[in-house]
């Protein structure tokens, strides 16, 4: 596979499963990001991770829990959601080292996620 | 803190139209602007980056342009077909974070055969 892939595509949970969403990118990159996607409102960036490392948290509640074991995959660990968590969760990937750095972001197909 | 809007929200024009989307920030200390169009349910693909030092991009009937100081961006469609409809985003990159990304609410374009 190419780019970014994103399993599952397509997701309902009740509110207490506990269930993971996976991304891998397939380009060399360092740097991943998860990002939430609601209806009516502007891509929020969720995490980032570079080289490993989360680099960025933006204010996400702890039933949302990343995980980044190397710089080809990223988790995304759900337990006890909200139903106003149901969303498109996008994942992307850049090269953020380098002697031509330009942090362009490839993002991947998304995951559904409803939460009943 | 770093605000991304996008005019118009929504827009259709008949094919063969060359339209302009807009973009504006405004916290000029960006590293670049991104723009990417997305699908209905899907995800995004790249059109095109600026970097900060950079005033224009082009790829095949789009150009992006950057005016960083006044807080600005367009994307330029030459020739508008129908496979053009989606809507269009543009991001910006923190000059001061970089692994900020802030991003627009988005344009959709209907373009009518």
């Known amino acids: 596979e190419t780019g970014v892939t994103q399993t599952p595509r397509h997701l309902v949970m009740g509110m207490t499963n506990k269930k993971s969403l996976k991304c891998e990118q397939h380009?060399?990159?360092?740097?991943m990001y998860w990002y939430k996607q609601s209806a009516k409102k502007p891509l929020e960036l969720m995490f980032v991770?570079?080289?490993?490392?989360?680099?960025e948290n933006n204010s996400v509640p702890s039933r949302f829990s990343p995980e980044c074991p190397n710089s080809s995959h990223l988790f995304l660990h759900l337990h006890t959601l909200q139903p106003e968590d149901s969303a498109l969760y996008l994942c992307?990937?850049?090269?953020?080292?380098?002697?031509?750095?330009?942090?362009?972001?490839?993002f991947g197909p998304g995951t559904r996620l409803t939460v009943t | 803190k770093q605000e991304v809007t996008q005019i118009p929200a929504a827009l259709s024009v008949p094919e063969g139209e060359n339209l302009v989307l807009n973009c504006s920030f405004t916290?000029?200390?960006?590293?670049?602007l991104q723009w990417f169009r997305q699908d209905p349910g899907k995800g995004l693909t790249s059109l095109l980056l600026?970097?900060?030092?950079?005033r224009e991009q082009t790829s095949g009937r789009l150009n992006a342009s950057l005016d960083k100081s006044s807080g600005r961006s367009t994307l330029y469609i030459a020739a508008s077909q129908p496979g053009d409809s989606a809507t269009y985003l543009c991001?910006?990159?923190?000059?001061?974070?970089?692994?900020?990304?802030?991003f627009g609410p988005g344009t959709s374009l209907s373009v009518i055969p």
């Open positions: 991770y570079n080289f490993k490392e989360q680099t």
């Open positions: 600026i970097q900060s030092s950079q």
């Open positions: 991001a910006v990159r923190q000059e001061t974070s970089y692994d900020k990304v802030i």
């Open positions: 380009l060399g990159h360092n740097a």
């Open positions: 992307a990937s850049s090269q953020d080292i380098g002697r031509s750095i330009t942090y362009e972001q490839y």
């Open positions: 916290d000029s200390a960006i590293y670049n």
